[in-house]
Structures are given as structure tokens and as C-alpha cells.
């Protein structure tokens, strides 16, 4: 005979079930919004917060915001070199190897990218290296209408660029402000990867204000957004639907996506469009300063309170900074008020100020700390690439200037320290720790100076190494 307890009726069973459920969900979202009334979401019913901690839901914002996103094309023509062999003669051939000769042709590779319609007539902003040295495009809109879009302009430093197409009363993007966004909201990213259009992904904001190397003037927005080749150029968007950035780059160490993505905030991107719109060119405000950061060792030596601005650890001759009476071992502080809180700060925020403008800084020196007056120089885009200023150091190397008790420790005045190689730089013998101290005899102060006096070389170059207590020569072949 069956045990009563579990011969009670199934409704019944059911009923007792839904009601430990009902109990159980109830207790969970109560200790949520306890649990974030302590220190989040305040206020709020179990229900509400729930909710409020959801996952968004992205799909409202492809509808709206979708269509005012492009895919860029360019064609180019590129040489190459093959190996021709005589008729008749079949490349097993044992006389083939002397037979054969050299042949020159061209190419056509087209490669893809991203960008996004910035106002209704026409106007597309998107990466330079999407559009490399290209007069004329093509885009492609989500509706299948394709036209030829005229590269207006682009900027080096930034990595922007602006086509124009001609169509009226085209799908715009709204643009937000980026430092509304903080880290860890949501962004959605939509672009082309592998030439896969209009795909769309999502992530969150991983950090903010990121420097990385080469990229002196640039703020980026570091995301967990899947970005594969494709998406450079492409839109990056709150979950307001308004555009805060462009996708740019990712670090990888495979060439795809490994976490790491990193977006051109939108505000100096539209500087950028602007700039390029109204003269052609971009033009910056620059000090004449390396700088590097502040370290939690270096605080007590400078009787800082915390590590906070930018150490400058050299000032070029002649320039604002120097004219301004700025020195080696000086600590910027703050720019018209605005805090430095790290060396990245720095270049960026004097960029935004027009050339020949003053710029008060205050300056930690000597244990006190006192403004300083500069009048801002200029830092135009086709100068800045062209010194290697803003660019990123030549022959695969990582380098920053060396400070001044690394300077006193070496017995050197000046010189640049290698924090990596790769390329050219590697396969001649530079490595880590070295510091090079001179081109083919010229004294080297700078990543700008170096950049100079390679590219003036126009061909291979000695450079002059100290590795630990040795000096030596290394000949370098920039190719």
C-alpha cells in the first residue's frame, strides 16, 4: 500500500512548490535591494530592483541609431614582385631556378572599415588608417545605396578622418559627452568586422583616459567590446543612443579580439572634423616637454603628498616651456585649474588650448608649489608626424627620456631608454635596458630628435648604445 504522504493529490504538490518558490524569489530580490540600497540602486521595491540590475536590452538602439552607420571600402593598387619562368619550362625544372627572372605588377586590395554619418548632409567621420592615403571611397549605407565618398581631410595624431558623400537628408548619429560615461556602463559598438556589416556587439566601459604608446595626445576609452578588423571607424554608443567614441584599435598578441579595445573619444574627434572642415588642417597647443609619471618612489624624493601630475623630465631648447622658465624635475600639478592627475593628462589637455593662448600652470618645485605663465606653441598635424613627435618611436622600438637620476646613474645628460624591440630594432641586437645615446654621432635628446635624424639618414645608421658599464655601436637598417 502507498505511503499517504506521497499519495497526496499532484494539485496539491504543485501548490506547495509554487508556494516555496514564490517565498524563496521574494526573500532573494528583498536582500538585492537591501544589499543595493547600502550602497546602489536606493529606494527601490524587490521588483524594482531586479530590474534595475537586469542586462540591457541593446535592440531599441540598432533600430534608431543603426542606419547612420557605414561600410567603407578603398581600392588601392599595390606592387609586387612574382617570379616569371620561360615557356616550356616547368618550375621542376632543374634548369628553372637559373632560367627564371623577376617580374614587377600591380594589384588591386581593397580593405574594409567602419564610420558613421555625423550630419545629414553627408558628413562621415571614421579612422585615417580606414581611408590611408586615399582621395575618393566607397561607401556603402545599411539600405543598399552606395556612393563615392571624397576624403575631406584627415589627422595623423588623432587617427580621424572625414568623407563626405553626396546625399541629403540622410540618418544621423547623436553624439554624447564622454566624460558622462564612467567605468563600467554598458556600450555597444556596431561596424563591419571581416567585412561582416552592420554587426553588432556589446561590453562595458573598462577604463577611462588610457594612454598608450605612441599615442601622446590621445585620451582613449578602453572597452571589453568585441572589435575585430572591420569595426575600426566605427560607432561606440551609451545606452542613451548617443555616440561617445570610435572604435580604433585593439591590443592583441593573436591580431584578433583578446578583451582589449580601445576608442577615440568623440569630443576630440569632432574637434578634429571641425579643424579639418573650416582650414584643412589640425592644429594643437604643445609645451616642448617630455614628461613621465609620477611614481609611489618618487613622492618622498619631490615631498609630493600623493602621486599625482606629470614629472618633466626634459624641455626642449627654445621652446614654450623653456621660454616660460619651466625645468627638468618640475611637477605640473594642474592646467587653468584642472588637475594632472597622471603624465597622460598632460599633452592632452594642452592640446585642447589654441596655440599662442596662456596656459597657468601650477608647478611643484623645490618642496612648494607656484603657478607659471606659458604662452602655448603649436603643434600642427603634418609637423607632429613628420617629427615623430606624436607618433609612435621608428624601427619597432618602445622608448621614453630618460629622467634625471637615471641621467646621474649612467653619467649621461641625456638619452633614451628602450623598454622594447621588435622588427628591425631586434634582428640588430637592441634589447630591453639599452640606451641609445646617438644617431650616426648626433646626439639623441628626444623620440622626435631620434625619428629625425633616421629619416635624414636615408639609409642604415649607427647608433650608439650604452648596455649596462659598455658602450657600443650597433648599425641599424631602417628598410
Known amino acids: 500500500m502507498a505511503n499517504s504522504r506521497s499519495g497526496e493529490p499532484a ?6 512548490v509554487a508556494v516555496l518558490a514564490l517565498v524563496l524569489s521574494l526573500s532573494l530580490a528583498a536582500s538585492v535591494a537591501c544589499a543595493a540600497g547600502e550602497g546602489g540602486v536606493t529606494g527601490l521595491a524587490p521588483r524594482e530592483a531586479a530590474v534595475a540590475l537586469a542586462m540591457p536590452n541593446f535592440a531599441a538602439l ?52 567602419s564610420g558613421f554619418i555625423v550630419s545629414a548632409d553627408g558628413i562621415i567621420l571614421t579612422n585615417r588608417h580606414v581611408v590611408g592615403d586615399a582621395n575618393t571611397v566607397d561607401v ?28 541629403r537628408n540622410l540618418p544621423a548619429v547623436v553624439t554624447g559627452d564622454p566624460a558622462k560615461i564612467d567605468v563600467g556602463d ?61 572604435n580604433s584599435m585593439i591590443y592583441s598578441k593573436t591580431g584578433g579580439y583578446q578583451g582589449l579595445s580601445f576608442a577615440i ?37 619631490f615631498g609630493l603628498a600623493t602621486p599625482d601630475g606629470a614629472l618633466i623630465s626634459a624641455v626642449e631648447a627654445g621652446g614654450p616651456a623653456a621660454q616660460a622658465g ?7 600639478l594642474a592646467v587653468n585649474g584642472n588637475r594632472v592627475a597622471d603624465s597622460a593628462d598632460l599633452p592632452g589637455t594642452i592640446a585642447k588650448i589654441k596655440p599662442g593662448q596662456p596656459a597657468d600652470l601650477l608647478v611643484w618645485r623645490a618642496g612648494k608649489g607656484s603657478h607659471v605663465a606659458v604662452t ?12 615623430g613627435e606624436a607618433d609612435a618611436a621608428p624601427l619597432g622600438l618602445a622608448l621614453r627620456v630618460l629622467n634625471a637620476r637615471e641621467q646621474r646613474q649612467l653619467g649621461v645628460d641625456h638619452g633614451l631608454l628602450i623598454e622594447g624591440a621588435n622588427g628591425q630594432a631586434a634582428r640588430a641586437g637592441l634589447r630591453s635596458g639599452d640606451v641609445v645615446l646617438s644617431v650616426n654621432g648626433t646626439p ?36
Do not use: C
Request: charged share 20%; net charge positive; hydrophobic share 40%.
Open 326 to 332: 619651466l625645468q627638468a624635475g618640475d611637477v605640473v
Open 140 to 167: 556603402k549605407l545599411t539600405d543598399k545605396r552606395e556612393f563615392k565618398g571624397k576624403v575631406i581631410g584627415s589627422d595623423p595624431v588623432s587617427d580621424v578622418a572625414v568623407v563626405r558623400i553626396d546625399a
Open 376 to 387: 602655448v606653441g603649436a603643434l600642427d598635424s603634418a609637423v607632429a608626424a613628420n617629427t
Open 444 to 479: 639623441v635628446a628626444s623620440i622626435g630628435a631620434l625619428a629625425g635624424e633616421i629619416r635624414g639618414a636615408h639609409g642604415p645608421v649607427a647608433l650608439l648604445v650604452q648596455r649596462g658599464g659598455t658602450r657600443l655601436y650597433l648599425p641599424v637598417d631602417p628598410g
Open 62 to 113: 540598432v533600430k534608431r541609431y543603426g542606419p547612420a552607420v557605414v561600410n567603407i571600402s578603398v581600392t588601392r593598387e599595390v606592387t609586387q614582385m612574382g617570379i616569371q619562368l620561360p615557356p616550356g619550362i616547368s618550375p621542376g625544372n632543374p634548369l628553372a631556378p637559373f632560367l627564371a627572372r623577376r617580374v614587377i605588377g600591380n594589384r588591386e586590395e581593397v580593405s574594409l572599415g
Open 186 to 246: 554598458w556600450v555597444m559598438a556596431i561596424g563591419s568586422p571581416y567585412g561582416f556589416a552592420n554587426t553588432v556587439t556589446q561590453g562595458i566601459v573598462s577604463a577611462k583616459s588610457r594612454s598608450l604608446p605612441g599615442e601622446t595626445y590621445i585620451p582613449f576609452i578602453q572597452t571589453d567590446v568585441p572589435i575585430n578588423p572591420g569595426n575600426s571607424g566605427g560607432p561606440l554608443f551609451d545606452l542613451n543612443g548617443r555616440v561617445v567614441a570610435i
Open 265 to 301: 573619444p568623440i569630443d576630440v574627434a569632432l574637434d578634429v572634423k571641425d579643424q579639418l572642415l573650416k582650414t584643412g588642417k589640425v592644429t594643437r597647443g604643445r609645451l616642448g616637454v617630455a614628461v613621465q609619471e609620477v611614481s609611489q618612489a618618487l613622492v618622498r624624493s
Open 11 to 16: 494539485e496539491r504538490s504543485a501548490l506547495t
